[in-house]
């Protein structure tokens, strides 16, 4: 039986219809899987709270950069404070301190010895603190023997142009060749004997001093310097050969404690005239051995010539220096006594300005250097009861500018009581800055 049912094909091709059949097969799709509205939900505000945990992050991130950036600021300020400091400590170190040095490398060749090279090397520091104390401080290193030591190391108080007083490691004021040693300096390259065995250059001591200027006219000056020193000790030497040198050479202290409770007392006053003419006199009194009153005393002369304005002798320089110390109550050495006479002569051929020796310079000089020196010992260790020593020699220095010299010399040494015992040629080259 056929059924016809035409009500149901109107309803069908209406819209309503179809939003009703649609609903109809999403509600059938939910009951059979049930977990894909929820799905969506969960998911849904899943990315909501990673979104959230990203920007708290971002916003930790943040704050850590800023904290960064405040503390390395920090940082670069305390580092200026600091370098600006230091600046500041090297600029002032810079301006009250002065570090320099010297030196010298010398070759010697003497008919009783092996050909040798020798030298030294001294560090030179200066400086003040106050407008009226300074310090100074020279050292020896030693080269190449290894002994280190300080030859100066004081320290001034200025008071007055007439009175000053200094406290340290003090250069010996007897005689001008101790005071004035330092090789660059020096035309020649060793020491005159008298210099070396009756002087002990260089002679350097513990103790205290007063110095200062007087000056008596506009062309007449004095100077002086008094020393309170530990002194010489018993420790010398009348026999030669030995090493030290004989004579007072190892009767220095060495910057040790003085072996006796007494001191010593050493000066040199000068008088110059138109800065041109110096005359030096010295002298020295001091106890020297444990248990006695014995003394040594001694007494040196020297001179200096720089004649200026006299154009046949401008260009000469004549020194001069005598020295003599005198023991008592000792058996063996009574006495020893010196001098040497040096005269320079300083030229330069206007021939040379354009060849190797003068371009570039601007003051270059030759030098051609004479010297004559005795020396005597009395001592019971000749059986003349005296030892005497003489001594020539001939230089020759280049300089091509005044802190740098070349040196050429030979000796011509006689005698017992010298710093060497025969002939010999030496060379060096010395140099300050």
Known sequence: MRRNWPWLHRYLKSETSIRHVMALGGLLFCLLDPSLPFAQTLSQSSKTGTEETVEQLKDRLHQIEEQHRKEISDLKERLGVVESRQSSLSDELAQNIRVGAYGAVWLESFKDRRTTYDGNFEVLISGNFHDRI??????????????????????????????????????????????????????????????????????????????????????????????????????????????????????????????NGDKAVVGRATLKFFDQYEVGLSGYRGDYKTGSQDLITGIAFDTELKPRNVRIWENFQLRSEFARFDIQGSPTLSSLWGYYIQLTYRFWPSVLNSTVLGRHFNNPTFALVGLYGRTKMNTTASPTGSLTGEQMIVGFNYRPVEDYVFKMEYQFNNGQFNQFPSDGFLTSIAWIF
Do not use: C, M
């Open 134 to 259: 300074r310090v100074y401080t020279e050292i020896d290193l030693g080269l190449p023997h290894g002994t280190a030591d300080a030859e100066q190391a004081y320290v001034d108080l200025l008071l007055t142009q007439a009175f000053n007083v200094r406290a340290g490691v003090l250069l010996i004021p007897f005689g001008k060749f101790n005071l004035d040693h330092f090789d660059p300096r020096r035309d020649l390259i060793r020491p005159p004997s008298v210099a070396r065995l009756v002087t002990p250059t260089t002679w350097s001591d513990l103790g205290f001093s007063a110095f200062g200027l007087i000056p008596i006219s506009d062309n007449v000056k004095a100077t002086y310097e008094v020393q309170v020193i530990n002194g010489l000790t018993d420790k010398f030497l009348a026999t030669p050969g030995n090493i030290p040198d004989p004579g007072l050479q190892s009767a220095r202290t060495g910057l040790r404690s003085d072996n």
